[in-house]
């Protein structure tokens, strides 16, 4: 449903946002990134999500864990505690808290915490506490970027109109790797490192994409010249997937108007423009654009 469609249904189920009191004043905050508050309770957020990542990753290191043990274990429970208390703030002040812990940040908001949890029963687990870096998508949000969100959607949707025309690259690809792998396990032989087509195979692939890692190599003429033609080929194929795309996403390029942060009350979704009425996910009607933020450019 467009923005500036009709009204939703009247018995629709109320979603997200409360009505008033502490819970809406805890609302804008966590997830309106337009608001002063918002954003400085964002600008935090990230600046911890750093943090708890180089605590874990410099733990990871013997010679600091060595001498920095006792330190870097309390930082990070210190963490943990802070995102189990946002974690649970957020589902506290929406209507359906489970909606949102279902949802795609609800679900990364849990594995950011669970896996300290976890490690006091298996300590192998304490390595997954990098997740949490996936939560750093929020910058997005409080930078104002929002229209790069927008875009990453506008990509997807070209990926999936032209997933039949990579389809079928893909395939050209897949033959040519299987024929040139084949032909060079004839060519060059065992006594080459060619040992099997499969070995010839992970060659091609290797050269099309001009990865080229040199473990192994052609030493006859012929497979010299064969080589030569797959590199040919692999720069040339580059180029035809981004085209593919590129295509699609000109074709589907959003409006000019700027989306914002601004989150729909009933199914929480978010990016909607200044001039919008009503969510383009669930159709529910929106409040009035305010609190005196301008939209992103």
């Known amino acids: 449903m467009n923005a500036t469609s009709s009204a939703p249904a009247t018995d629709r189920q109320p979603l997200g946002k409360p009505e008033a009191g502490w819970r809406l004043r ?28 180089a605590v874990v990753v410099l733990d990871s290191m013997a010679e600091v864990h060595q001498r920095h043990a006792l330190l870097l274990g309390t930082l990070e429970w210190v963490f943990t ?20 812990a279902r949802s795609l940040f609800g679900v990364i908001d849990l594995l950011a915490v669970l896996p300290t949890y976890l490690a006091i029963l298996v300590p192998g ?3 997954l506490i990098d997740v949490r870096v996936l939560r750093l998508l929020r910058m997005f949000r409080i930078l104002k970027l929002t229209e790069y969100v927008a875009e990453f959607g506008a990509l997807g949707q070209a990926l999936a109109a032209s997933r039949r025309k990579i389809l079928v690259f893909l395939s050209f690809v897949i033959l040519i790797v299987l024929v040139i792998g084949t032909l060079m396990y004839v060519v060059e032989g065992a006594e080459n490192g060619f040992t099997s087509i499969p070995v010839g195979i992970y060659w091609a692939i290797t050269t099309m994409t001009t990865v080229g890692f040199g473990d192994i190599t052609p030493k006859t003429d012929l497979g010299r010249i064969i080589a030569s033609v797959m590199m040919l080929i692999g720069w040339g194929t580059l180029a035809v997937p981004t085209g593919i795309v590129s295509a699609e996403f000109t074709a589907q390029r959003l ?13 929480l979704t978010e990016g909607h423009t200044p001039a919008a009425r009503f969510c383009n996910a669930c159709g529910a009607a929106l409040p009035p654009w305010q609190s005196g933020a301008t939209p992103s450019t």
């Open 255 to 267: 409006p000019g108007s700027s989306p914002t942060t601004r989150t729909c009350h009933e199914c």
């Open 26 to 53: 805890m609302y804008i905050v966590i997830f309106e990134a337009d608001t002063p508050a918002g954003r400085w309770f964002d600008l935090a957020l990230i600046g911890m999500i750093l943090a708890s990542v």
């Open 81 to 100: 505690l802070a995102f189990t208390a946002e974690y649970l703030a957020r589902l506290i002040c929406v209507r359906q808290p489970a909606r949102y």
């Open 125 to 127: 687990l304490h390595a």
